[in-house]
């Protein structure tokens, strides 16, 4: 009898701490944790902590750091739960340190295999990891969802997250790179793909045993036939008839992957999910130029035990510009036109703020936050955009130069949101692109966007005159008013997230690798430190023993400058250097000597072949760009190709791009897909622009610091 008291007593609350844990749950009266993603389930990112605050700021110093042993783009946020800092790095690696000391505890390598990078449109990158019940819980750009023992970092058990058995289209190239979240005992995880063909879904997992809780498809199965999946009603009934049933969305599975915001709502007991873009982008190839391809472009709201569609809102119909809506939810309560209301609040890529009612999905209002031309404005009444006839650009088979471009007003630089300020801080900027459609039939390997890759020319006026265009802003924003409070000037774009704390500051990193402060009433700078390498990462805070931290990872890169190259380095040179930044009054401990040298150009090979070069550019283009950036140019993470030993030697180039000589570093092989002859064109195409550039990169080296400056920088 008493044995059998105990075994239930046991068994009721491992099952009560299965569904609840109240480290997460209850993350507000904890300011000294930042245990989920956004710090608590509305996803605020504020830490109400305030020993460091406008008035000591002065005092605040760097207290520890630690090397990342992936250089490569770090997008990580950090958890903290009881002084333990876990962090995960590129390549899905996860960190626990001891958030005094910055010793490490444990590392966790998921080893996944380097091919698989070539899978994904925008690095190996990783937003951060996800605690529940003594569990870390990870997902792998591979697309396993793995639960470690807190504790030891020992694995505890792995899922591959992709059905095997699915229609998921015919490209499956599945990604996985965003953050897991967790709620009431699921674990909810989606992933990315849709530049190259991808059926989006998000998948629960039981928290405590990684058993398959249920799935919900963003885009309808090519049949109209049940998947067998929690959204088979919405999809069959409503989203299908959305969509040209001949379009190419049949083979690329359509897209609407959910890469990165999914959000739970205690006080609704609703999951909303961020939507991404289609896929192929062009949406007369796609979906014959037919309907709005429901749930792409939208926010979609399901419970978290079953995944049971309750509403979506949809905020870009006949998306062909990439305007995803996975970034940043948030849930809040405004008093909006005297009346309180608990609403979501959103920046995504299209350029619109929009506040919706958590409950409903009824459209409150939307306002443009950075300047946009593809929509006139949004109808107040049913949220639908007004959208430009030329934006089009599929429809009338004209370019068509688009604001907010494909990387939008906003990416997945994280927001924050201070209710002691009342305003939304949202890391903002303008990247323009001209579409230009090109419906090539949908290959098995590279970017299925169904538009020209063509890049910039060589031309300094060309490239200056876009340079011109290229903006940053960290924008203050008043959602009751819907209107623009102050804005602090960035050099450039792509810069870090944000992070709002109880000492009315507001932190965040920036492209050129500086780390700021700034006041929360009125963006006045009040720090600025060199971290060394540019910032795209979000900053947490969280308290040991009764002092404050601010932690971020540095680590440029990200989508922009692997796929725009030296474009991108417009708000300065910078470096990788992937490390573990941690603040705090009074820190004593220094980072080692900058190192800002980079590649250097190596004297190419003289001659060339014109006319195989000039083929090697589109191939270039198609197949290299994504990652080595525009026209030959690397954007300081991945190699400068123009200066490797690679392009020296035909035999020594086919074997790394042919057959793989380097697929453990990330580096695919191509000659599933690219003949000899056209790995040999793209040689020669990387030995000319390595002749035409050669001399100005050293000109623009003959300094004491060795680096490119000034103007060279983005040449
Ligand atoms: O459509 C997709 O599946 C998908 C996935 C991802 C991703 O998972 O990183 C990005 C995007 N799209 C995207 O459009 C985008 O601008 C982007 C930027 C980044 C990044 O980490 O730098 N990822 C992604
Ligand atoms: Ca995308």
């Known amino acids: 009898m008493v044995v059998i008291l105990t075994l239930s007593a046991t068994h009721l609350s491992q099952s009560q701490a299965a569904t609840d844990d109240p480290v997460v749950t209850q993350a507000e009266e904890s300011p000294q944790n930042w245990p989920t993603h956004g710090r608590t389930y509305n996803e605020h990112r504020y830490s109400p902590l305030n020993q460091i605050n406008t008035e000591t700021i002065g005092r605040l110093k760097l207290a520890w750091s630690s090397n990342f042993d992936t250089n490569r783009g770090q997008e990580g946020t950090p958890l903290v739960v009881n002084g333990i800092l876990y962090a995960t790095t590129n390549w899905s690696k996860v960190r626990a340190y001891d958030g005094a000391s910055g010793k490490l505890l444990w590392s966790y390598d998921p080893q996944v295999p380097g091919p698989s990078a070539v899978r994904g449109c925008c690095d190996t990158v990783n937003r951060g990891a996800a605690y529940w019940n003594g569990k870390i819980f990870v997902g792998t750009f591979d697309n396993r969802l793995i639960a470690l023992d807190a504790k030891t970092g020992h694995k505890i058990w792995e899922v591959d997250t992709i059905p095997k058995d699915a229609w998921l289209g015919d490209i499956r190239s599945y990604i996985t790179d965003g953050a897991p979240r967790v709620a009431k005992g699921v674990v909810m995880i989606g992933n990315g793909g849709a530049e190259f063909g991808a059926r989006g879904f998000v998948s629960g997992f039981d928290a405590e045993t990684g058993a398959l809780k249920w799935r919900f498809y963003t885009t309808p199965n090519r049949s109209n036939q049940p998947d067998h999946a929690a959204s088979d009603a919405p999809l069959m009934t409503m989203a299908y008839r959305t969509w040209g049933p001949h379009g190419a969305w049949i083979h690329s599975g359509g897209g609407g992957t959910v890469w990165d915001s999914i959000v739970y709502d205690p006080q609704t007991d609703l999951v909303y999910l961020g939507v991404g873009n289609g896929s192929p982008w062009n949406y007369k190839q796609r979906s014959d130029g037919i309907g709005d391809n429901l749930f792409l472009g939208s926010i979609v709201a399901i419970r978290p035990e079953t995944g049971e569609y309750v509403w979506h809102f949809q905020e870009t119909p006949q998306d062909q510009w990439d305007y995803t809506s996975t970034q940043h939810i948030m849930t809040a309560d405004l008093e909006i036109n005297g009346k309180k209301r608990h609403v979501l609040l959103h920046a995504p890529k ?366």
């Open 350 to 715: 299209n350029g619109f703020f929009y506040i919706i009612d958590a409950q409903t999905g009824e459209f409150i209002t939307a306002r443009n936050y950075v300047p946009v031309n593809w929509a006139k404005d949004i109808d107040p009444v049913t949220g639908r955009p007004n959208i430009v006839p030329d934006a089009l650009y599929s429809l009338t088979g004209k370019p068509w130069a688009g604001l907010p471009g494909d990387l939008g007003g906003h990416n997945f630089a994280a927001m924050s949101y201070s209710a002691q300020t009342g305003l939304v801080y949202i890391p903002a900027q303008q990247i323009p692109m001209v579409f230009t459609p090109d419906a090539q039939p949908l290959k098995h390997k590279g970017l299925n966007l169904g538009i020209s890759m063509q890049g910039l020319p060589d031309d300094p006026a060309i490239r200056d005159g876009f340079l011109k265009t290229l903006t940053g802003w960290l924008i203050a924003w008043d959602p009751k008013q819907q209107k623009e409070i102050f804005r602090v000037d960035h050099k450039g774009p792509w810069n870090g997230g944000l992070l709002s704390t109880g000492g009315n500051l507001i932190f965040q990193g920036l492209a050129n690798g500086e780390f700021h402060a700034y006041d929360a009433r009125n963006g006045a700078d009040l720090f600025n430190f060199n971290a060394q390498s540019g910032i795209i990462a979000p900053p947490i805070s969280y308290e040991v023993n009764g002092k404050q931290y601010i932690a971020v990872e540095t680590g440029w890169g990200g989508i922009y400058p692997l796929l725009m190259g030296r474009t991108a380095l417009s708000s300065g040179w910078t470096v990788n250097h992937s490390r573990l930044l941690v603040f705090a009054l009074d820190g004593t401990a220094e980072l080692p000597p900058q190192n800002d040298r980079g590649m250097i150009p190596v004297k190419p090979p003289e001659q060339f072949d014109a006319q195989q070069a000039a083929a090697g550019y589109q191939l270039y283009e198609t197949f290299c760009q994504v990652c080595h950036g525009d026209n030959a140019l690397s954007g300081g993470v991945l190699p400068d190709l123009r200066w490797s030993g690679a392009i020296h030697h035909m035999a020594g180039f086919q074997n790394v791009v042919g057959r793989g000589a380097l697929t453990a570093y990330g580096m695919a092989r191509f000659d599933d897909i690219l003949s000899r002859q056209d790995i040999e064109k793209i040689r020669q195409f990387l030995i000319k622009r390595a002749n035409e550039t050669y001399a100005r990169e050293v000109a623009a080296r003959a300094n004491p610091q060795n680096i490119p400056q000034g103007r060279a920088i983005t040449e």
